[in-house]
């Protein structure tokens, strides 16, 4: 016979972290954490604002936390917490209800009898729970009056244990005595056991024995002794955060109710024990909290005791989502409590961000400097250079106006080796490799390359050579105040790693130098200058800017000089011959003639001067457009965000201009 065919049913997967997931996607990550490097921040605060922010496609642990907090307001705002008095008094006016009309039925009951029960029931105290109590001895005429009050011993027998083991309601549903016989054993023995931990006595066949006879009452099967200590606490804490959350009213109720259970005081007896045993055991549970409950959903004891211990675990969240304890990580994040309360959504999202967080750490994108502190890694300044390299190349291209600054022709001599073409190539095509290129990747995606084929930029093949000219290349930047107040700091670091990016891998045989000039200039490396924060100090020291610049371009004197330098104000400090900084605001005649002598100098060395203003500040505008006329440079006036577009443009410019071979 034919086996039967087997039919495969699909679905989501929900058995935890997706096996076929691609892995995290560092990209976006070590974007943010790079920015937040450039604007001051150390890479552990920009990396742990970005895990709170989360990223374009997912949560971050902000709004994990306002959906914890929503999930915690809803529960406050849905229930009340006098569920089981409010079945006690039901199960009572029934119980009464049903007596007086087995009394008005009697006729052949005594009068003197009928006319003292009569009086009992009319004269009951409004109190429930003193009613409850009145009525423990009465002796009841009506069968269903006797059953309905014996409910209510029942009822707050079950909600009593419920409170401290979950589930006990349902299970005692209907129980027997022997049933409550073997609960109260189990308290008894539970109390030895918990003295006998406590005193240091107790051995692991002492809970083994114990499990053995009483295993069936935790569903959440401990594997030893503190196991079971941490669920009784955690539910015990709860019930007696659930008692101080009540009105007084209503706690002084049940606390008079509560000897009514299972008609017997020993109960309460045993699980108060039970109770101090386990808050000299684990005093760092809260047992003392209490909270406000404003809704119209009653709860019952153990159903309340639940619902503490939800608010318990939404409050542990918050505090995990918070990361604002020391030593904290999103290792500590309760995914299971995660997945409970907020469902499948935030565990994944909550997965997500702590693998991004370890994958970060594991990268080698942030790096341990000499001091200590933690920097963008080399690896990661690569990267993210070549990510702003091609947001460059992006708006270079929609520039308004802007110079065409592609190169090409023979830039040098060629070597014989070719390779892709990447943005900032000088090189010429290879044009056979090329087409070659075309042909393969048209027939490959199943195309005909008879019928013609497309040229792509990842086809095009330029041949490698040998440059003819060098430049050495200054880049100044204002390191002042003023450029972090107006915005400028970050386009700034932006605009350096870019062109760094750019000269160290396409253009190797040029030499770069960064020079920072606030109060006092000074050379960067590149991972300096994007670790560099902000301070508030006065001065814009160009003059020892356009020193450093000289001295760098003196030893470099086979290549081209090219001086870029970022400013948003005018020259307010010079460096003095004893080397000291000298501010003055609004700048002194000497200190404008110190810059413009330095500028001279290099001018007459043949630099290629171009000047980047920021802002419409009228003075700085007038100063650089003079400074420019002096040594034949000129100024550009880009908005911020396209200051690295601006600056890489100049520089292909003039690294353009340095031969009539290199002219397109």
């Known amino acids: 016979m034919p086996r039967p065919q087997r039919r495969a049913r699909y679905g989501r997967f929900t058995g935890g972290p997706d096996p076929l997931a691609p892995p995290v996607d560092l990209a976006e990550a070590l974007d943010a954490v790079s920015e937040g490097v450039m604007d001051g921040y150390s890479p552990e605060n920009a990396l742990r604002e970005f895990l709170r922010r989360g990223g374009r496609s997912r949560e971050g642990l902000d709004e994990l936390a306002g959906r914890v907090q929503q999930r915690r307001r809803d529960l406050l705002s849905r229930h009340r917490l006098d569920g089981t008095l409010q079945e006690v008094k039901k199960l009572l006016d029934k119980a009464v209800l049903a007596e007086r009309g087995q009394l008005a039925r009697d006729t052949e009951m005594d009068p003197t009898d009928r006319t003292l029960r009569e009086m009992t029931i009319e004269n009951l105290p409004s109190s429930t729970s003193a009613a409850v109590t009145e009525l423990a001895g009465y002796d009841w005429a009506s069968t269903e009056g006797r059953e309905t ?8 027998g079950r909600e009593m244990l419920d409170q401290r083991f979950a589930g006990m309601k349902q299970a005692l549903e209907g129980a027997t005595d022997e049933d409550r016989a073997a609960i109260t054993e189990m308290l008894r023995d539970l109390g030895d056991l918990l003295e006998k931990h406590a005193r240091g006595e107790d051995t692991s066949q002492d809970f083994d024995g114990f499990m053995a006879k009483h295993g069936d009452a935790f569903p959440e099967d401990p594997q030893d002794i503190d196991e079971l200590i941490d669920v009784l606490a955690q539910r015990s804490a709860a019930a007696a955060r659930m008692l101080r959350s009540m009105t007084p009213e209503q706690r002084e109720e049940l606390m008079a109710l509560s000897g009514q259970a299972f008609g017997s005081p020993e109960l309460m007896a045993q699980l108060a024990r039970m109770d101090g045993a386990l808050q000299a055991l684990r005093p760092g549970e809260d047992w003392t909290g209490s909270e406000s409950f404003d809704g119209e959903e009653g709860l019952g004891l153990g159903e309340g005791a639940g619902v503490m211990q939800d608010l318990a675990d939404l409050d542990n969240l918050a505090e995990q989502l918070s990361q604002s304890y020391a030593g904290s990580s999103l290792s500590d994040l309760d995914i299971e409590a995660l997945t409970r309360h907020l469902g499948q959504d935030a565990a994944v999202s909550a997965r997500t961000l702590q693998e991004l967080e370890q994958a970060m750490r594991d990268s080698g994108y942030l790096s341990r400097s000499a001091d200590g502190t933690l920097r963008l890694s080399p690896a990661a300044t690569r990267k993210l250079g070549a990510s702003l390299l091609r947001d460059t190349a992006s708006r270079l291209s929609s520039r308004t106006g802007a110079r065409e600054t592609r190169q090409a022709g023979a830039a040098g001599e060629q070597t014989g080796a070719t390779r892709p073409w990447q943005f900032g190539d000088a090189e010429p095509w290879d044009v056979g490799r090329s087409l070659t290129n075309a042909i393969t990747r048209t027939a490959g995606e199943g195309g005909d390359p008879g019928a013609g084929v497309h040229l792509q930029v990842e086809d095009i093949e330029v041949r490698e050579t040998e440059a003819r000219s060098r430049a050495a290349v200054a880049l100044l930047v204002d390191t002042s105040f003023s450029m972090a107040m107006e915005g400028r700091w970050v386009p700034m670091k932006r605009t350096a790693l870019a062109l760094h990016h750019l000269i160290s891998t396409r253009f190797r045989g040029d030499a770069l130098q960064l020079v920072s000039f606030g109060r006092y200039a000074r050379t960067r490396e590149i991972g300096e200058l994007l670790a560099l924060e902000a301070v508030h100090e006065q001065g814009t020291n160009l003059h020892h800017g356009l020193m450093l610049a000289g001295q760098f371009f003196r030893k470099h004197p086979g290549m081209q000089p090219v001086l870029l330098v970022v400013t948003d104000g005018e020259p307010t400090a010079q460096l003095l011959p004893g080397g000291e900084s000298w501010f003055s605001y609004p700048p002194e005649a000497e ?7 330095e500028l ?21 505008t007038r100063f650089l457009a003079a400074m420019a006329r002096r040594v034949g440079g000129t100024v550009v006036a880009p908005d911020p965000e396209d200051l690295g577009a601006a600056v890489v443009d100049e520089f292909l410019h003039a690294h353009r201009d340095t031969g009539p071979d290199d002219l397109l």
């Open 149 to 156: 009050y014996q409910q209510i011993q029942e009822l707050l």
């Open 591 to 597: 200190t404008i003639t110190a810059t413009v002598a």
């Open 600 to 620: 001279d100098r290099l001018g007459r060395a043949g630099a290629s001067t171009t000047f980047f203003r920021l802002g419409n500040d009228p003075g700085l």
